[in-house]
């Protein structure tokens, strides 16, 4: 790892002040979980880190309106035990719950995980966000079985992101703060999918700090995660689910599905196939079926069209607390 | 000559009752030092410099400007100008700084350039290894093809197995400080007493110069044996930066790979016999690679040895990739998985109970009264009757139960070992000899063995080891340990006894030869009235303690140690047919290690082995990328090992038996590490109705298998 400055900011106007114009100035320090473990890899070497983890505003949950604010170093295990939470958005719980490892949970936030690397095996070599060398991509022809079956040009890894589909899928707004002034992004622009080696895949600007996500009052809604180990391990498909309904029809459905795609991949398909439907093991099913239309596996993973479609009709039949 | 063997077994007081092992409260304290915790004053770190590429030469490297970093005390090169490397990790430099963060920055400030060669690190493709693909030539019995004609049932089928790394939690490597011409070393070792002379020819000085010392390590499963370079160029930074203690340890992705494997293998294979489960013919092609160097052939048809009709191709495949080191139980896992899969394809093929076809074939194994007990005992356990059905047979729903059952042989005979034990005149006993506990219960074992022999408990016992100093003891490798350490002991505690007894039988007025040590005294046999407490005994000592030695030999272990175990696992998974996810429910896993001196360490080494063979069978396999060359998962992130949640019921069934009894002790870390993968996959076959022909069986493989590369079959 190389040599770094390291500011412990209290307030976010120190944070922000902290921050440079380019990712090498300066990179945000949360739980460390990933950040550290790219900077041991000499993958990033920011020249300074900004701890935000004091900034004690950033730490809490708490009701705004009828909805709910999330401060950005809210770690996984207050979350996951958040009663709000748990109430009204177990979509998110379930989601974080899915990191199996309570050392991860206690350390890790919520802006890290939207904010976090891929984890894609060329990108940890050092081959860049889109895999490459010599011009060629490495995924395409190479080891890609954990890899996009929703590409999206050039990117071919997987949006990292637990919270990501579900935040995407609930419709739920990130609040970036830098030195000039904040803005609101919508969940599902905050995740972009690069084009090049270089690119970021969020929103961020490297003046920015991510510093809380706003989510209005949410319906029924639930995440399912396949994951071949109960221990630490990645998912290998996820679905995301947000349903508004009319007694047992459903009015609405956002469905996004995780770890298909460079960003959280909203599966408009599926949606048009569930309204003015009751939530049946069949509907679900069929619901499934329609949101993996489309998909592009490469030569190792077209299994993860089965997993992405199992995994919108479980977390259909969750949210709508049907037994199959 | 005294009388050396172990006592009946219904007169045991100590050996055979369940022992917390001794350490148990260090180690899960925290309080227990690694050669890895092994701290010293002044020490520096090292950290080396590994090739990117597969395959390439060094053009040149200029190591200028890494002397100049910070903190940096020696840099050493041992690939220069013109050296050929053939794997990636291959070591090229070393560095020795004050932090390892220093060391890091130095060693990316050496400047290599590279002339990049072609590589090869896919074996899968045999087609594609051409020259690399070295064939061992057909070896043929009897008739195949007449044989294969004649079968009411033939079976046909294709089966992979991986390279897999060791990925030992604590990293090959050691703490080494001279002091003079006198070295200290600190490695990670299965050998104590041996590893210093390994080390000492590799630096050309007298092996009486290194002192080894190591109470504990983490794991090694057959690839810590040697002193390695990395021992050799940690002494040579520390006499390069002059003579400060050298800290030089793998990082896991170096330790992942270069630091061994076990070899992968793959193979086509037929299986012929008659509707009532005699097998006739087996016929294999079947290549592997352990590296460089190719690879292993797995002992095929394993167990089952004695069939009739048999023809083997195989072929070593050299690829450019970290090599291959004894891998728990070398060889055995793959035969095993191979052979029991294959039968398996074949009982199914004909529609009959594995378990009866395995039984009605076990004329043609070496041990068919032990295995059939095994297996009744075992498919008892299992529920098997109740439980097993026809291959896909699992009913309606997305979850299928199903049950695997696979055989395991090893060897397990004692290796060469000397014991000390000193009794003392306060009474207190010493134990001292040049092992080392794995983390197996080696300490325990001892001392229960001392304790049983001179009518003690385990704590009167002062367990030494870890220590070239002490008495020499073989490595720890191909279950040798427990019969080599327990018999020794065995002899020096009775060959100390016996002068204990000359020095006592005065003041008892009876026969030396007519004493015992029983429950802390000594007393006439059959006249327990005549006895004095251990202590008082010890007092009659004087000033001089007793110092005595047991040695086991391997040619004459006169009744104390044996080979030739046998054993039999059953797996039951339930596997959910719409993910590819396999949950383990249980494994049943009958063990045979001949006399069992602690029950409970020798259930927990069977844990151990069916636990690192779950690994094995659902998660574990090398990624190699055929572009890079490189290993793509050297870490514990996509190096998938498991977890707690991961690992279902275990359910141990120790063999205790008169018959295994009177053979004495026999190894067991590698026989108990060798069935489950196999006895997994049959289990999985037998719940979703297919093979899945390659191991592991995680969900890309199992989905595969179901539905079709393209999930092209339709999906139920």
């Known amino acids: 790892m190389n040599n770094f400055e390291y500011i412990n900011a209290t307030t976010v106007q120190e944070a922000t002040a902290a921050l440079g114009s380019s990712w090498s100035d300066a990179v945000v320090l949360a739980g460390g979980t990933d950040l550290l473990s790219l900077m041991k890899d000499y993958v990033m070497s920011p020249k300074r880190l900004v701890n935000i983890k004091n900034i004690k505003e950033l730490g809490t949950i708490s009701k705004a309106g009828t909805g709910l604010r999330i401060g950005a170093a809210v770690t996984f295990d207050q979350l996951a035990s958040n009663p709000l939470v748990r109430q009204g ?4 719980a379930q989601a974080v719950m899915g990191v199996t490892s309570p050392q991860i949970r206690n350390m890790g936030t919520v802006g890290g995980d939207l904010c976090q690397r891929p984890r894609c095996w060329y990108y940890r070599l050092g081959h860049g966000v889109l895999g490459m060398k010599d011009g060629k991509s490495l995924v395409a022809e190479g080891e890609n079985k954990y890899h996009a079956i929703f590409p999206s040009g050039a ?43 270089e690119a970021r895949e969020i ?29 630490l391990d990645w998912p290998l498909a996820t679905a995301s689910v947000h349903l508004k309904m009319k007694g047992t029809i459903v009015e609405s459905a956002n469905i996004v599905l995780g770890h298909v795609g460079p960003t959280p991949y909203h599966a408009a398909g599926a949606e048009r196939a569930l309204v003015g439907k009751t939530i049946t093991a069949e509907t679900a099913m069929a619901a499934g079926e329609a949101a993996v239309a489309g998909a592009k596996p490469l030569s190792q993973n077209a299994y993860k069209i089965q997993l992405a479609r199992v995994a919108v009709k479980r977390a259909l039949l969750e949210a709508a607390g049907v037994k199959a | 000559m005294p009388n050396y063997s172990w006592p009946p077994m219904d007169q045991r007081k100590v ?22 915790d092994v701290n010293r004053e002044g020490m520096v770190y090292g950290v080396i410099l590994t090739s990117p590429h597969a395959h390439c030469t060094i053009k040149s490297i200029d190591t200028t400007a890494a002397q100049k970093m910070p903190g940096v005390t020696a840099v050493r090169v041992t690939a220069p100008a013109g050296t050929e490397i053939q794997w990636a990790g291959a070591e090229i430099a070393w560095v020795a700084a004050d932090t390892e963060p220093h060391a890091r920055d130095a060693v990316r400030a050496i400047q290599v350039a590279y002339n990049v060669l072609p590589h090869f690190v896919s074996e899968e493709k045999k087609s594609k290894a051409g020259t690399r693909a070295k064939p061992a030539g057909e070896q043929t019995t009897g008739d195949v093809d007449e044989a294969l004609k004649a079968a009411d049932g033939v079976s046909e089928g294709y089966y992979a197995i991986p390279v897999l790394t060791h990925s030992c939690l604590e990293p090959h490597g050691q703490v080494i400080e001279w002091k003079g011409d006198k070295m200290e070393y600190w490695p990670s070792s299965q050998a104590v007493s041996t590893v210093a002379g390994d080390l000492a020819q590799q630096l050309k000085i007298p092996a009486s110069q290194i002192h080894v010392s190591m109470d504990y390590m983490g794991g090694g499963f057959g690839s810590k044996f040697p002193s ?62 352990g590296g460089f160097t190719g690879g292993g052939m797995p002992p095929i048809p394993y167990i089952f040895t004695g069939i009739p009709n048999r023809r083997l191709n195989h072929a070593a495949i050299s690829t450019n990739a970290g090599g291959a080191r004894a891998w728990r139980a070398p060889n055995h896992q793959q035969a095993c998985f191979l052979t029991f899969s294959a039968i398996e394809d074949f009982a199914a093929k004909i529609k009959m109970d594995p378990v009866e076809v395995l039984v009605k074939n076990l004329g043609l194994t070496a041990r068919a009264a032990l295995y059939e007990r095994q297996i009744r005992k075992a498919q008892e356990m299992a529920d098997w009757k109740k439980l097993w059905h026809q291959r896909g047979d699992s009913g309606s729903g997305n979850i299928k139960r199903g049950l695997g059952i696979a055989l395991s042989t090893w060897g397990g005979a004692g290796h060469p070992s000397e014991c000390r034990i000193k009794i003392n005149p306060d009474g207190s006993v010493e134990l001292e000899q040049g092992t080392q506990d794995l983390g197996v219960g080696t300490r325990t074992v001892v001392a229960m063995v001392a304790a049983e022999s001179l009518g003690l408990t385990v704590p009167d016992i002062k367990v030494k080891i870890g220590d070239n100093a002490y008495p020499v003891s073989g490595p720890s490798g191909g279950s040798t340990t427990v019969g080599g350490v327990s018999s020794s ?7 100390a006894l016996e002068q204990l007894f000359l020095k006592v039988a005065p003041a008892l007025n009876a026969d030396p030869a007519k004493l015992e040590a029983v ?3 000594i007393q006439v046999k059959g006249d327990p009235s005549k006895s004095m407490t251990w202590k008082a005994a010890c007092q009659k000592l004087g000033v001089s303690s007793i110092s005595e030695t047991g040695k086991n030999d391997p040619k004459n272990p006169m009744g104390l140690n044996t080979q030739g175990a046998g054993g039999v696992q059953i797996a039951d998974v339930s596997v959910d047919v719409e993910t590819g996810v396999v949950k383990m429910n249980r494994v049943v ?9 602690n029950p409970k360490t020798a259930e927990s080494q069977v844990y151990g082995g069916v636990i690192m063979n779950i690994c094995g069978a659902l998660m574990e396999e090398r990624v190699m990328d055929e572009t890079l060359g490189r290993v793509l998962n050297a870490d514990m992130e996509f190096y998938k090992l498991a977890g707690i949640k991961d690992i279902g019921e275990i359910v141990v069934h120790m063999d205790v038996h008169p018959d295994n009894d009177k053979r004495g002790v026999i190894g067991l870390g590698e026989p108990s590490a060798i069935s489950t993968i196999a006895a997994i996959s049959n289990a999985v076959a037998n719940a979703i109705g297919v093979r899945v022909p390659r191991v592991p069986l995680s969900p890309d493989h199992v989905l595969t298998a179901l539905y079709g590369k393209n999930m092209e079959r339709s999906r139920a």
């Not at chain 1, 958005?89 to 998110?92: A, E, G, I, K, R």
């Not at chain 1, 991510?210 to 221990?231: C, F, S």
């Not at chain 2, 793998?250 to 330790?255: G, I, P, S, V």
């Open chain 2, 489 to 495: 002991t065995r002899k020096a505690a009775v060959n």
């Open chain 2, 228 to 289: 390695d370079i990395w021992g050799a160029e940690c002494a040579r930074l520390s006499k390069d930066s002059g003579g400060k203690p050298v800290k030089l340890f793998l990082d896991r992705a170096t330790e992942l790979t270069i630091a061994g494997v076990r070899p992968s293998a793959y193979a086509n294979i037929k299986v012929a016999g008659k509707k009532d489960g005699t097998i006739t013919a087996w016929q294999s092609e079947s290549w592997a690679t």
């Open chain 1, 155 to 197: 990117a071919h890894f997987v949006s990292a992101s637990s919270l990501g589909p579900a935040l995407v899928a609930m419709g739920a707004k990130l609040k970036l703060v830098s030195a000039s002034g904040s803005r609101e992004v919508d969940a599902a622009k905050f995740f972009i999918a690069p084009q090049s080696n």
């Open chain 1, 203 to 231: 929103a961020l600007l490297p003046n920015e700090i991510l510093t809380e996500v706003l989510l209005a009052a949410a319906g029924k809604n639930a995440t399912y995660e396949v994951r071949q180990k109960d221990a």
């Open chain 2, 519 to 521: 429950g802390g005294k």
């Open chain 2, 15 to 36: 050996m055979g009752k369940a022992h917390n092992r001794l350490d148990g409260f260090a180690k899960s304290s925290g309080r227990a030092k690694y050669p890895s």
């Open chain 2, 589 to 597: 896993a009958v063990a045979d290690c001949g006399l069992v001196i």
């Open chain 1, 89 to 92: 958005y177990p979509s998110l």
